[in-house]
């Protein structure tokens, strides 16, 4: 793949701090006073350099709140007449991008629902064309890593090289406790191919429930990310888009106290990036394992209803010979150790006999 990509450090857009870039702020602007007021708490944690507030808001149905508008931009000029943050926004529109430019807003970042639609995005890079003004740009809903990078390179051609990408997570198939699945290796996999990208984590819409925001945070910071945006909100309780993931200002400090802040400095770079990078695509692995294992053993816990039923043994020789030759072939072509997958089935099949006999003597009356 030919990436041919121009960006600035985010040293040049970014106020300078020994942490990653904090951004905090609503989901939505409501009213002048709430966004007034969630600033003004936020500004309280010196950590905190950005304020994010969405103005238009792309939301799943119609009939929910879309977004003050255009009128919301005078709230945050007053946050910037008021605090020391820098203010942020979403673009969707090229309308958009000038409404913001003009109305001095320092950061645009261009949403996930935004980001899947090549044209929209093209008609935001045409907007952007001849302006210096730091772009974010989410992932696609879709873990389409492409698409993804399509989109920062049609900002970036646009001449926009202070540039940074949000990971938000993507749309879950079922099933999944993040509102937003964060697939790890998709922004991992976007560093080793863009080196020079900073990428941010947006661990609110990952999480899409207050108390996974801590979790994710921490662990995007120890894949290094950039930055975080966390949705603050003066009353998250009664705000009107995304109540259930927005933390109040005293609970952003909490979080920021709660996460540990490890050095990414080391002797060897490279070394520390790597070693970060694969131990968080093992923990997604091994979580994936461990769902994996679960949904096995509801299968056997059919399978016992299923023999209970009909009264058949539990054990059955045969079957269970066939499964192990059958798995250690697998094993044997992907080069595992015979012995080390026989020792795992081995528990693998205790624990379901354990199981099943459980489910057996629960059904004698
Ligand atoms: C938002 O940041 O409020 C938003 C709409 O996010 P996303 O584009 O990630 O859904
Ligand atoms: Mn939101």
């Given at each position: 793949?030919?990436?041919?990509f121009t ?5 040049a857009?970014?106020p300078?701090s020994?942490?990653?870039l904090?951004i905090?702020?609503?989901c ?12 003004r708490?936020?500004e309280?944690?010196?950590r905190a ?11 799943t149905?119609p009939g929910?709140f ?5 009128k ?7 946050v ?15 309308e ?12 645009l ?11 929209s995005?093209?008609?935001i ?14 992932n696609?809903?879709n873990?389409?890593?492409q698409?993804?990078i399509g989109?920062l390179e ?6 926009i ?12 198939v079922?099933?999944?406790?993040y509102?937003n699945?964060p ?5 991992i ?9 900073p ?19 921490q662990?995007?910071?120890?894949l ?6 966390i ?5 998250p309780?009664?705000a ?5 993931q ?31 990078s694969?131990?968080?695509?093992i ?7 461990i769902?994996?294992?679960?949904a096995r053993m509801?299968?056997v816990?059919e399978?016992?209803?299923?023999k ?7 054990l059955?020789?045969s079957?269970?010979?066939?499964m192990?030759e ?6 044997a ?10 020792l ?13 006999e ?6 004698k009356?």
């Amino acid at each position: 793949m030919n990436l041919d990509f121009t960006i600035e450090p985010m040293s040049a857009w970014a106020p300078q701090s020994d942490l990653p870039l904090l951004i905090a702020g609503p989901c939505s602007a409501e009213s002048e006073e709430q966004v007034l007021e969630t600033a003004r708490l936020i500004e309280k944690d010196h950590r905190a350099m950005v304020y994010r507030a969405g103005l238009w808001k792309p939301r799943t149905r119609p009939g929910t709140f879309e977004g003050v508008g255009y009128k919301g931009l005078a709230w945050l000029q007053k946050v910037k007449e008021n605090t020391r943050l820098l203010t942020a926004t979403e673009v969707a529109r090229g309308e958009h991008v000038k409404l913001a430019i003009d109305a001095g807003v320092d950061i645009l970042w261009i949403g996930a629902r935004t980001t899947v639609n090549p044209f929209s995005v093209q008609e935001i890079a045409d907007a952007l064309r001849g302006h210096d003004v730091p772009v974010l740009v989410k992932n696609p809903i879709n873990p389409d890593l492409q698409l993804w990078i399509g989109a920062l390179e049609r900002i970036n051609q646009a001449g926009i090289t202070k540039l940074a990408a949000i990971h938000r997570g993507f749309s879950p198939v079922s099933g999944s406790k993040y509102r937003n699945d964060p697939v790890w290796k998709l922004p991992i996999e976007l560093k080793r191919l863009i080196p020079e990208l900073p990428v941010i984590c947006d661990p609110s819409h990952i999480g899409g429930a207050r108390d996974l925001i801590e979790p994710i945070g921490q662990k995007a910071f120890d894949l290094q990310m950039a930055g975080l945006m966390i949705e603050t909100h003066v009353n998250p309780e009664v705000a009107l888009s995304d109540a259930k993931q927005q933390v109040t200002p005293a609970r952003l400090t909490g979080i920021l106290d709660e996460i540990v802040w490890r050095h990414a400095e080391a002797a060897n770079k490279e070394f520390a990036h790597g070693l970060e990078s694969l131990r968080g695509e093992i923990d997604e692995l091994d979580s994936q394992l461990i769902d994996v294992l679960a949904a096995r053993m509801n299968l056997v816990d059919e399978i016992a209803e299923l023999k209970k039923r009909n009264d058949v043994t539990i054990l059955q020789v045969s079957r269970y010979q066939e499964m192990l030759e059958n798995r250690l072939q697998r094993a044997a072509q992907k080069g595992m150790s015979p012995e080390f997958i026989k020792l795992i089935f081995e528990q693998i099949h205790q624990n379901s006999i354990k199981r099943q006999e459980h489910i057996m003597n629960a059904a004698k009356v």
